[in-house]
């Protein structure tokens, strides 16, 4: 069969993106290596995890920043508000749509004043807390590890259970899911170890692996991507109140000055900047907490890493600061991030490649990827659309191939 699209990865990117094309009338066939909505098939490669699954569901939408980003963060809002009663008046899917108090947590020896003012082109600038104030709002909270906090409400979701209920709805529109591992793309043709599939139209959404995949095909693009390292637990019975992050995230420099240079990129086994921590944690309803996160940029994609070193540093530093969490059963897991050099995300036609598309590099993915998505199929079918239109990858095309 041709198919009008095929969208490669049903993380939550993906499954959008699927879900938003069948609504616009094209024939869509949505590929992964994973089947999430029968849960239990073992991955094909070593990476177990995708970033959707071990993501902690939050929803920035007081994070805009422009014209651009407060418009997306609106119909953000607006998008899940919808899906949210839809999928639960039509499928009985619920995706767990809250709003929760995000605290962000300003270490000792650090102005709390001097952090609120790096808040304060937001949207929604977060309220700057004293000690007794962010302790009174988050009683797990370890006093003496804080100078203050600063607080701001906050959706979130269930990231996989709203991921599974795009892609159900998805296929009752009539897509077709397909657990199979993509090993080559090249225009009209999707290739994996079991077939080739013929399409008018690719759009690779398969986050930390759209690299990955483009470099396999030979399709040179500066895109990037983080191992990152979290530990889940079972349900538990501490109960945590808030979500929990640090003001002063690492991750936004790590992002920018690993990708200061190309080269180290274009081969496996080179690290182009050193690994970081920012600890932060979150409930969800069936009790399960989520404590994170290391990030590192290691440019192969099966890269060993040392869980049982990354769990005693998730444990030490989260203990820090919600003491309560640290010697919780856990256990620590990994996926791929991806991310871009300029903080944008990747959407769009690749010059040079006829049909190709990608749709990743979300800085923000659980808040733009609706909207996005949601432009992304009307643009494809002719309108205009601005903010489409400064996403798009030309702007990240290398001038020479992968090695």
Avoid at 253 to 280: C, K, V, Y
Avoid at 318 to 333: D, H, R, S, V, Y
Wanted: hydrophobic residues 40%.
């Amino acid at each position: 069969m041709m198919y009008d699209w095929i969208v490669i990865g049903a993380g939550i990117a993906g499954a959008t993106l699927s879900y938003e094309l069948i609504k616009a009338g094209f024939s869509v066939l949505l590929i992964d290596k994973n089947n999430y909505v029968e849960p239990g098939t073992s991955s094909i490669n070593q990476i177990n995890y995708t970033a959707t699954e071990l993501s902690y569901g939050g929803l920035a939408f007081w994070a805009g920043t422009n014209q651009v980003t407060n418009q997306l963060c609106q119909e953000s809002r607006i998008y899940y508000q919808n899906i949210s009663s839809l999928f639960k008046e039509q499928f009985h899917l619920e995706i767990e749509y809250r709003e929760l108090d995000l605290l962000l947590t300003i270490p000792c020896q650090t102005n709390p004043e001097l952090i609120a003012k790096n808040y304060t082109h937001f949207l929604t600038p977060p309220q700057l807390l004293s000690i007794p104030q962010a302790c009174e709002l988050e009683p797990l909270l370890n006093p003496h590890s804080i100078s203050g906090a600063l607080t701001v409400k906050h959706g979130h979701i269930h990231p996989q259970k709203t991921t599974i209920a795009l892609i159900k709805a998805f296929m009752h529109a009539g897509g077709k899911l397909q657990t199979d591992q993509v090993t080559k793309i090249a225009p009209h043709q999707v290739t994996t170890p079991t077939q080739n599939y013929s399409t008018t139209n690719i759009a690779i959404a398969a986050g930390g692996f759209t690299r990955y995949i483009l470099q396999q095909s030979h399709i040179p693009l500066k895109i990037y991507f983080t191992h990152a390292e979290i530990l889940q637990t079972p349900p538990v019975d501490i109960q945590l109140h808030t979500l929990i992050m640090p003001a002063n995230l690492q991750r936004f420099n790590l992002e920018r000055q690993s990708t200061l240079m190309d080269t180290p990129w274009l081969e496996p086994g080179n690290e182009p900047f050193p690994a970081i921590l920012d600890p932060g944690a979150v409930q969800f309803c069936d009790r399960t907490i989520r404590i994170g996160q290391i990030s590192r940029t290691l440019t192969d994609v099966n890269a060993d890493i040392n869980l049982t070193e990354s769990e005693q540093r998730l444990r030490q530093h989260i203990g820090e600061i919600l003491p309560a969490l640290a010697k919780l059963p856990a256990t620590c897991q990994r996926c791929l991030v991806a991310f871009s050099r300029d903080n944008l995300p990747v959407v769009g036609n690749i010059p040079g490649q006829e049909g190709i598309y990608v749709f990743s590099g979300f800085s923000n993915p659980l808040v733009y990827i609706p909207p996005l998505a949601e432009r992304f199929s009307h643009w494809v079918k002719g309108s205009e659309d601005e903010i489409i239109t400064q996403l798009l990858p030309q702007r990240l095309v290398r001038s020479q191939f992968y090695l």
